[in-house]
């Protein structure tokens, strides 16, 4: 059974960072193209980015290129969102999530990705 795990989440002043980590039990990271999405309170997921199994190519939304960065540690099983000058509006649910191991190209869609994090609150206020 393959099971994702976030962490890092937590409470960040406006302009701060925070590193999620997204580890999983049941396979291989390293298998999965990996992507991390968020979700505000009464608003639909939406994709932040996305790597691909190797780590040499990766795909990030227009409103996150500046500020965040996704990368993989395949040794460490481990995928993480590096996120720089957080804003009010990055509060928000994180989840990462996998596709298939049969898939190789990023997506910014998320019924194209099988397996899900429960997902780590970020929140950003003074």
């Known amino acids: 059974q393959v099971q994702l795990v976030e962490s890092g989440g937590g409470l960040v002043q406006p302009g701060g960072s925070l590193r999620l980590s997204c580890t999983a039990s049941?396979?291989?990271?390293?298998?999965?193209?990996v992507g991390w999405f968020h979700q505000a309170p009464g608003q639909e997921r939406e994709f932040i980015a996305a790597?691909?199994?190797?780590?040499?190519?990766?795909d990030t939304a227009d409103s996150a290129k500046d500020r965040f960065t996704i990368s993989r540690d395949n040794a460490k099983n481990t995928v993480y969102l590096e996120m720089n000058n957080l804003k009010h509006d990055d509060t928000a649910v994180y989840y990462c999530?996998?596709?298939?191991?049969?898939?190789?190209?990023?997506?910014?869609?998320?019924?194209?990705?099988?397996?899900w994090g429960q997902g780590t609150q970020v929140t950003v206020s003074a």
């Open positions: 999530a996998a596709r298939d191991p049969g898939y190789a190209f990023t997506s910014e869609y998320s019924y194209h990705y099988e397996y």
């Open positions: 049941g396979t291989a990271l390293s298998r999965h193209v």
């Open positions: 790597i691909v199994k190797s780590g040499f190519d990766t």
